[in-house]
């Protein structure tokens, strides 16, 4: 029922028992001044924790700067934007970001770069050439901080040099037999420029991957290429036809000479005899003429019978011929032609001895009398 109705004793919301009292209100500030209390006993045991995770926080972040370098790396600290130190391989600590930085670099891989374009030679003509450069990183400073982007500026100089170097050649030797010194020649240009530049790179080779005329007069340049070994094949084939005779040619001409100079020797000692033994028929000649004489005639009568058929012929008064062969007799072979004897025909006693040519002849006509 209502508080203010009869029978309710007069009792409202806010009595307190049955005397009736009304409550009374909140003392605010009371209740401040115990959770005041509060906060302040228990000061020490809330900054413990908090104490703890700061600790935990700085204790991480310190490990965060410690990092590794491999074998083939090598690493700069940044400290504020600047460089501050480089080291090597192994375990380092650096102090966390935001005031140190490590950048590490890969200084023994072999790096690659490729250029390819239409280079204009210097005869005027366009060659299709392409470029691959190797290289690596010899200064981790200079690669990091003296140029921009230095693997792109290495393919910008490489292209470059290249066309430097094509400009000096024809277009035969670049699609010949010249692209080795056109290499060779574009990597010492390439590596004079980046050191000029302070790239900190290193060029380990070069060489062209490709080396052909345009599209348009492709077809053309094959002819002529292939013109050109055939060209070649044949001076191959002469000279190794050349290399094959001139030694058989030597050879031959040693092998006259030798002769003719054997001959000359011969007919040069041949002719000295000839003359010692003339020389020496001479002195026996001033000694002894009229002997000197009969033994010449003597012997050039048996040179000149030595090799005629002899025959005995036996005439008597009755004009009866006997004729007997005497080569049976003596056992030598029989020849033609029949002449005397040389008892036939005594030599002369007061006559200088004749020349064996005109003694043969004369002998020859003695025989057929």
């Known amino acids: 029922m209502p508080w203010n109705e009869p029978g ?181 240009r390439l590596q004079q420029r980046l050191d000029d530049y302070g790239s900190g790179l290193v060029v380990t080779d070069v060489s062209l991957s490709k080396a052909e005329p345009p599209e348009a007069v492709k077809a053309a340049f094959a002819d002529a290429i292939k013109a050109g070994q055939d060209q070649k094949v044949a001076r191959n084939d002469a000279q190794a036809y050349a290399a094959d005779r001139l030694p058989k040619a030597r050879g031959d001409a040693a092998r006259s000479i030798a002769e003719a100079q054997a001959y000359r020797d011969r007919v040069i000692a041949q002719a000295q005899g000839e003359a010692a033994r003339f020389t020496a028929l001479l002195q026996q000649y001033r000694k002894a003429p009229q002997l000197t004489r009969k033994r010449l005639y003597l012997e050039t009568m048996s040179e000149i019978y030595a090799g005629i058929g002899k025959v005995l012929v036996d005439t008597d008064k009755s004009g009866v011929n006997f004729t007997v062969p005497l080569e049976p007799l003596l056992g030598a072979a029989p020849t033609t032609g029949t002449s005397a004897t040389p008892e036939s025909t005594p030599p002369p006693q007061d006559t200088p001895p004749p020349h064996r040519g005109e003694d043969s002849g004369r002998s020859r006509d003695r025989g057929k009398q």
């Open 8 to 188: 309710s004793g007069g009792r409202d919301p806010w009595s307190q028992g049955p005397g009736g009292k009304r409550p009374t209100t909140p003392d605010l500030e009371a209740l401040i001044a115990r959770w005041r209390a509060r906060l302040g006993g228990g000061r020490g045991a809330a900054g413990a924790p908090l104490a703890l995770v700061v600790a935990v926080a700085v204790l991480l972040w310190l490990l965060s700067g410690f990092y590794t370098v491999d074998e083939q790396e090598r690493a700069v600290v940044v400290r504020c934007g600047a460089y501050a130190r480089t080291v090597g391989p192994g375990l380092h600590w650096h102090l966390p970001p935001p005031f140190e930085h490590v950048r590490r670099v890969n200084v023994s891989a072999a790096r690659q770069a490729s250029v390819q374009g239409e280079m204009i030679t210097k005869d005027q003509n366009l060659v299709d050439v392409g470029l691959t450069v190797q290289f690596r990183v010899s200064s981790i400073t200079d690669y990091l901080f003296k140029v921009y982007s230095p693997d792109d500026t290495l393919a910008e100089v490489a292209k470059s040099a290249l066309q430097a170097v094509i400009a000096d050649y024809d277009v035969d030797a670049v699609l010949g037999d010249a692209q080795a010194t056109i290499a060779a020649k574009v990597r010492d």
